[in-house]
């Protein structure tokens, strides 16, 4: 059995916008979410900047007591879940309930709570340890919190893949209803790493960005002065259904999942392959699974990181697989208004591929200001621009050399 998926709902919660609406206009205007980190003093930091979501209150979607046994990621995940629910006009009622999977995931996890309930381990003993550290800090509890408030009792799976997690999970649960497994799938990932001990982390791989006095400005995927990424928090949740079951009910459809593909590079824990030929491969897959021709890609959202090295290999791998086409194509990353919102990314990022093809608006990549010769595609620079396109792809790539791709098509 082979059935055709498509997305009916979508759920951002982005540092620079909640929701469809606002997620999108900011997206179409440029306007990026990176700002110094408020949640905490970062004054001794080499990097103080982040993509916080400071518009967010847990209350607003379940209660105050429930809401204190989980973790911020997890927050993230039922209030993109919600989002995206009522955006598809959908409510999981018992009649549906075991047709309903969930496959939501996390890079990291609960790092906050392990933080904290060290401290509380350090300072008062082991005895003061809350009973609720486990499931508050392990990934998989975002998706077993979703599925319990919302009632979703079918096929139920977390993805850790670092930064290719909600790609990877969108992808499998295309995979699940493809194979008939369910009817429809609550897909993404969430991300709350902003914390001292993840920013001091990060900061310590020197992979940030370190243009501190300027925070609007400091990520800047493809250009030459580009020095690092800047974190981001949130999470990116899509409802996936069957075409028959999205038609009988009317649902409104934005775009038809055709392609997924992955790879790994088994080169390096952190630094992609320099060739660009896992990437390329997880690309070239989900083209093949998809049945589309390189030459019918319009739109290409790029995991375009601003690292050095992620944004010249990903560009080899885009020109590999798209040949002369690639110089027609347009290309952005949104991070460079989001920063990475790890294993949420892709959750964001497919979103922003659905609204393409859905408004023929392609948002740009901004802070785009020095050419490099080594990414020299046309990466729709500062400006959104107006494009028809029917074809997107969207690309994830994860510590660990995992690599992951996503082609999504207007409905025919």
């Keep these: 059995m082979s059935r055709r998926v498509v997305i009916t709902g979508l759920g951002p919660i982005s540092p620079n916008g909640m929701g469809k609406d606002a997620y999108w206009e900011a997206l179409s205007k440029g306007k990026s979410g990176i700002s110094e980190i408020a949640s905490f003093d970062a004054k001794d930091y080499p990097t103080r900047i982040a993509g916080e979501v400071r518009d967010f209150n847990i209350s607003d979607f379940v209660e105050h007591k429930k809401s204190r046994r989980m973790d911020r990621f997890t927050h993230f995940a039922i209030g993109a879940t919600k989002l995206a629910l009522d955006d598809a006009g959908l409510t999981i009622d018992p009649s549906i309930a075991d047709r309903v999977g969930v496959v939501v995931g996390s890079g990291i996890g609960g790092l906050n709570t392990m933080e904290t309930q060290h401290k509380v381990l350090l300072e008062k003993g082991p005895r ?17 919190e979703v599925s319990i408030c919302f009632g979703a009792k079918g096929p139920n799976i977390c993805v850790v893949t670092a930064c290719a997690t909600s790609t990877h999970a969108i992808g499998e649960a295309f995979e699940i209803i493809k194979r008939g497994e369910a009817d429809i799938c609550i897909a993404g990932g969430c991300e709350a790493g902003i914390t001292p001990l993840g920013v001091a982390g990060f900061c310590a791989s020197r992979a940030l960005s370190g243009r501190n006095d300027e925070p609007e400005r400091a990520s800047r995927p493809f250009d030459a002065e580009r020095d690092g990424f800047v974190m981001g928090e949130g999470a990116g949740i899509v409802i996936l259904e069957t075409l028959e079951g999205a038609l009988a009910r009317n649902a409104h459809i934005y775009a038809e999942v055709v392609g997924f593909g992955m790879t790994g590079d088994a080169y390096h824990i952190t630094a992609p392959d320099p060739s660009g030929r896992g990437a390329a491969r997880a690309m070239q897959h989900a083209l093949d699974e998809a049945g589309i021709a390189p030459s019918e890609v319009g739109y290409i959202n790029a995991h375009g990181t601003s690292t050095p090295y992620n944004d010249e290999f990903e560009t080899m791998a885009i020109k590999e697989v798209f040949k002369g086409h690639a110089y027609e194509l347009a290309v952005s990353s949104t991070k460079s208004m989001t920063g990475h919102l790890l294993g949420a990314a892709g959750g964001i990022e497919l979103i922003a591929c659905a609204l393409a093809l859905e408004t023929g608006v ?29 074809v997107a792809v969207s690309n994830s ?16």
């Design 128 to 144: 003061r340890v809350s009973p609720f550290l486990v499931p508050m800090m392990i990934c998989d509890l975002a998706a077993g």
């Design 397 to 412: 790539f994860g510590f660990g050399g995992h690599n992951a791709s996503l082609v999504v098509k207007r409905l025919e």
């Design 362 to 390: 392609i948002p740009p990549t901004i802070n785009y200001e020095n050419f490099d010769p080594q990414c020299d595609l046309f990466y729709v620079p500062n400006e959104a621009i107006k494009r028809d396109v029917s």
